[in-house]
């Protein structure tokens, strides 16, 4: 019969030192001659939607003619911004607010919000100066639609790869190596929020019932590319 002796704890000790070392060192020689690149590509994209938001309010004793009279003015332009076709409507928050003078109740503050969105600027430009009759404009900003942000981006993302490529394939060859590999790549893609109108723009919006004229601007859209290469030789 074959017997198997156990390994005294001197054996058994030595046995994990001499192993224990491997793992480390087949780990270190697989981390040999990586670089870390970086590579980016850029545009600036027109916006190409107007957002605009404005607000009904009223303020006085009785809050329920209060809560009538701001249904009302939210009703009548719903009406009006339905009649442009291009235009998006969502209507925001609702709020009935206690006004106090000397720590004392004076009255109630009722408001209510309306957003409007479209890619027909002239259009909704001309619909805020006729909302401005009885809504106050509120904040006007730019964004860049969906669909033309993903299709700039996907542009770049194409532009940006070959530069790493470029970037890679220039390190080989000066570190004299035929070839390499990406080990690790990560694609991270950058823009600005929409663009708010300055100050002055907006007083001048206040002010003015005619139609106000706005200028789209741009944005600037990035992809980085930061990425692992291991450098081989043939």
């Not at 209060?66 to 998006?88: T, Y």
């Not at 969105?117 to 002239?122: F, H, L, Q, T, V």
């Not at 194409?158 to 070839?179: D, P």
Request: net charge positive.
């Amino acid at each position: 019969m074959l017997r198997i002796r156990p390994l005294c704890p001197l054996s058994l000790w030595l046995l994990v030192g001499l192993l224990s070392p491997l793992p480390a060192v087949a780990e270190e020689r697989g981390h040999y001659d990586r670089v870390s690149l970086r590579a980016t590509a850029s545009a600036e994209v027109e916006n190409d939607i107007l957002v605009a938001t404005l607000a009904a309010h009223r303020e006085g004793s009785n809050p329920a003619l209060l809560s009538e009279a701001v249904n009302a003015d939210i009703r009548w332009a719903i009406e009006k911004a339905k009649k442009v076709s291009a235009v998006s409507v969502q209507t925001l928050g609702y709020q009935t607010r206690p006004l106090y003078w000397q720590q004392r109740l004076s009255g109630w503050r009722v408001r209510q919000g309306l957003r409007l969105e479209s890619r027909d600027i002239a259009g909704l430009s001309q619909l805020i100066g006729k909302l401005q009759e009885r809504l106050a404009v509120g904040q006007v900003g730019y964004r860049i639609s969906p669909q033309r942000r993903n299709a700039v981006e996907e542009a770049l993302i194409v532009e940006a790869i070959t530069r790493f490529q470029q970037r890679a394939t220039l390190v080989a060859k000066q570190m004299g190596r035929s070839r390499y590999r990406v080990v690790n790549m990560n694609i991270d893609t950058h823009g600005g929020p929409p663009r708010p109108l300055a100050r002055a723009e907006m007083s001048a919006i206040a002010e003015a019932r005619p139609a106000p004229r706005f200028e789209a601007g741009v944005q600037t859209l990035q992809v980085s590319i930061d990425g692992i290469v291991e450098l081989q030789s043939d």
